[in-house]
């Protein structure tokens, strides 16, 4: 463990620690950032009602569009000459969402980046091959900062040019590598395709993180690249990479969010309400620790649920892997629907590979999808029973009949080093 002291810190005092920090949290956000002073006297709530995280609930939720509407610094608590770092996250639509760190929120930045290295089984001494992307991202630097904290040799390739990838992978020796996991699928069959056994590589461990991914993933980028492959989750706006880690031994458990610095709520997405452990809702976080770009009770608009997880090394809550993002779900004829869970059933399905998207179109006046799936080389495409086989568990288990197209092996476009859009919307809004 990195920091037993506080990832093993019984729960009580942990409870007390994020008190303590909340208030102080509360208190320095209404005196500096004037949005919250806003919102806070319009509902005439005080900081001093905030006594624990119990009272959380009393404060509205921070969303993605108060960030826009504040940009680019407006939501900033410190002044210009204590910031040392900007990223941005790109969005999809309209401006992107600018966050700051001072030197502080950096050093927390490299703390909880080392945690997560040392629980997906990095070790000081080994070497990062860190391709997530370098630049406004937070993967790049954020990965590449805590890896030094640990006490590792970073080689940062950041994301793309795959050949070149593929040659520092083998020359180079890395025991680590980080990366997305639909581009640690793309190195794998890339590697496969030009016979080279990754057996004889060095690598062991992969952190893959920044888009949903599912156990049918985790399997094919295994087996192709002879690594234990573990999630990290982050946003650029709680911190980057690095709010919570799965670790290596209790794979398939979740992630620990280390909430010694970011407390994390599930809620209910049309109700707000906050849903008990266990069960699932949007992602809510505020961070405790923050000076730069503090958010309280933030809307992060992925799906998981949270859970504690007696039979865990750590004491610090765990997530569920994210289903999906709620403004990214689709809703087909009324079924709400992520592309994760057509994932987790192709998984169940021999000879298909988690190769596959989901095309999204308007049949006459309803919408429709279609999945395409690549198969394993030895199947034909036409196969009439697999076809038949994967419509029919699609069905039963998400409630919508789709129609299915079997395509030949690496016809359907991979990640180039960054996140990977698996759906396809045709429908042209
Ligand atoms: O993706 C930070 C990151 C970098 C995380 C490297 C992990 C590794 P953003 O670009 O701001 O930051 O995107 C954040 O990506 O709200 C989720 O929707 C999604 N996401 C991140 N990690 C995971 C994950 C980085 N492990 C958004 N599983 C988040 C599922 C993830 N979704």
């Known amino acids: 463990m990195y920091n037993p002291k506080i990832e093993k810190m019984p729960l009580e005092a942990l409870r007390a620690l994020q008190n303590e920090r909340l208030s102080a949290l509360v208190n320095r956000v209404y005196q500096t950032v004037r949005f919250y002073k806003k919102q806070f006297d319009q509902i005439g709530l005080h900081p001093a009602d905030i006594r624990s995280v119990e009272d ?9 569009s108060d960030l826009r ?3 680019p610094y407006q939501l900033f608590a410190k002044p210009m000459a204590e910031i040392r770092r900007i990223h941005a996250s790109s969005g999809t639509t309209g401006k ?5 760190y001072t030197q502080k929120d950096l050093d927390v930045f490299d703390e909880v980046v080392a ?5 997906a089984g990095a070790r000081p001494g080994m070497k990062l091959h860190n391709a997530y992307g370098y630049g406004l991202f937070t993967g790049g630097l954020g990965m590449h900062g805590g890896a030094t904290k640990l006490g590792m040799a970073v080689i940062p390739v950041s994301g793309g040019m795959t050949e070149r990838q593929l040659t520092i992978l083998q020359d180079f020796a890395p025991e680590v590598m980080c990366c997305t996991p639909s581009y640690a699928q793309t190195l794998s069959e890339e590697f496969a395709k030009r016979g080279i056994d990754t057996k004889d590589l060095a690598v062991k461990y992969a952190v893959l993180g920044a888009e949903p991914w599912t156990e049918a993933i985790r399997q094919q980028v295994e087996a192709g690249l002879q690594v234990d492959a573990t999630n990290i989750y982050g946003l650029s706006e709680i911190i980057g990479p690095g709010v919570s880690q799965e670790d290596v031994e209790e794979k398939g458990t979740g992630s620990y969010i280390w909430e010694d610095h ?12 906050a849903l008990p452990y266990g069960e699932e809702g949007v ?9 730069a770009f503090p958010l309280l009770r933030y809307w992060t608009n992925d799906i998981c649920s949270i859970y504690y997880d007696k039979n865990a090394k750590r004491t610090h809550i765990k997530m569920s892997p994210i289903k999906g993002r709620s403004d990214d779900m689709l809703i087909i004829r009324g079924v709400n629907l992520f592309h994760t869970q057509v994932e987790e059933v192709i998984h169940q399905i021999a000879f298909l590979s988690p190769n596959y998207r989901l095309i999204v179109e308007k049949k006459g006046a309803m919408d429709a999808v279609r999945v395409e799936v690549e198969t394993s080389k030895e199947i034909d495409i036409n196969n009439q029973d697999l076809i038949n086989n994967l419509r029919q568990k699609i069905k039963d288990t998400i409630g919508l009949s789709m129609d ?3 395509k030949v092996p690496h016809s359907i476009p991979r990640s180039q080093g960054g996140k990977l859009s698996r759906i396809l919307d045709k429908r042209g809004r």
């Open 262 to 273: 970011f407390f994390p709520e599930v809620v209910d997405k049309d109700t707000g309400l």
């Open 69 to 71: 509407a504040n940009y």
């Open 283 to 291: 992602l809510v976080f505020t961070t405790l620790t923050k000076e």
């Open 115 to 119: 945690r997560s290295l040392y629980c």
């Open 96 to 100: 992107p969402t600018v966050v700051g």
């Open 56 to 64: 959380l609930h009393k404060i509205p939720f921070t969303k993605k």
């Open 404 to 406: 299915i197209e079997l």
